[in-house]
């Protein structure tokens, strides 16, 4: 049995993008492995956030995993600031990161243009991502692309403590699925889908009303060809859409390339859009039964317990490898 870790930060509501791309898989993974599942806030505050949406959101984001299927009984579902060992790792990891690697990553790189003060968790939140994973002997992070770098450097730095100090992390392999794992934006099918974007209607949110939902995808960037046809670079407003209508019914490309020979994109855009509500209204409708429940309290005090019980442990191992602490005098 592999042990798997992922995060999400708690920074406004998930996406389809989010779902189709990660959520849905941690329903399956969680089956046959061993699974952490962290809400990770303390990521969040790289940036300013209003601390009453940050812990709506917080709370949202679980209800979400759970909503989307996450198992407590087989599944470790915890947030990051209730475990501690966390940032006392990540600032252990940051002292063994370089400057210059963290400056090359792309997320910092991207966040930080043209901002005349940027927070210096920015830059070194890599090494508490690397915490994350490594606290718990990860052998498998499902990530989306965007996030590879990210992973190449949490295996750098493992290998680099285990080297230098004692060989006691798992260095991580990465996961990225081959279908739906990059779902792009509505409006610009040359970006990535995200919930950050300023146009509301190039990302679907996990929450939105079938209206809003069916608005949305038939106002999708697309071509004047009219041929349903998946070309990610002639036609990627298409191929879009139709990796989305794929990933929520399971029906390949092909077939569904086959299905609209000859049809327009109108009735193409109205199926896609009952794909998508027919994959989110039991999710949502098991979303809105958890949000303010003792049920959702519950299933985060045991993740924190179990979280907590095993990070602890690690961090003790990280921490003698170091040389940190006491070593206590036996008493005669």
């Not at 063994?96 to 990553?105: A, D, H, K, N, T």
């Not at 990225?176 to 792009?184: D, N, S, T």
Request: charged share 30%.
């Amino acid at each position: 049995m592999k042990t798997i870790f992922s995060g999400i930060q708690p920074s406004g509501t998930l996406t389809l993008g989010n779902y189709l791309g990660a959520m849905k898989h941690f329903v399956e993974l969680q089956e046959e492995n061993h699974c952490y599942f962290c809400v990770v806030d303390e990521h969040a505050i790289t940036v300013p956030q209003d601390r009453l949406k940050l812990r709506d959101n917080i709370r949202s984001l679980a209800a979400l995993y759970l909503a989307s299927g996450i198992d407590p009984e087989k599944s470790t579902l915890f947030i990051q600031s209730e475990v501690p060992a966390h940032t006392q790792l990540g600032w252990m990891l940051q002292c063994v990161s370089y400057i210059g690697e963290l400056e090359r990553m792309t997320q910092f790189k991207d966040k930080s243009q043209g901002k005349e003060a940027v927070s210096s968790g920015l830059l070194t939140y890599p090494p508490l991502m690397a915490a994350d994973i490594l606290l718990y002997k990860t052998d498998i992070v499902p990530v989306g692309e965007d996030q590879k770098q990210h992973l190449e450097l949490t295996r750098n730095l493992a290998e680099r403590f285990n080297n230098k100090y004692n060989d006691i992390f798992t260095v991580p392999e990465v996961s990225i699925p081959k279908v739906g794992a990059r779902i792009m934006s509505l409006q610009d099918p040359t970006r990535k889908m995200s919930k950050s974007d300023e146009n509301q209607k190039a990302y679907i949110s996990m929450l939105d009303e079938p209206k809003k939902i069916e608005k949305k995808i038939k106002s999708a960037v697309t071509d004047s060809e009219g041929i349903v046809k998946y070309d990610k670079e002639n036609k990627p407003g298409i191929s879009n859409l139709l990796t989305i209508y794929s990933t929520c019914t399971g029906e390949t490309v092909e077939a569904l390339e086959a299905k609209y020979e000859g049809k327009g994109y109108g009735e193409f855009k109205q199926d896609v859009a009952n794909a998508v509500i027919q994959t989110l209204s039991p999710i949502q409708e098991r979303y809105h039964q958890l949000f303010e429940s003792e049920e959702l309290d519950d299933v985060l005090d045991n993740g924190a317990e179990r979280a907590n019980q095993a990070a602890e442990k690690m961090l003790r191992k990280a921490k003698k490898a170091m040389g940190l602490g006491r070593v206590r005098k036996k008493k005669k």
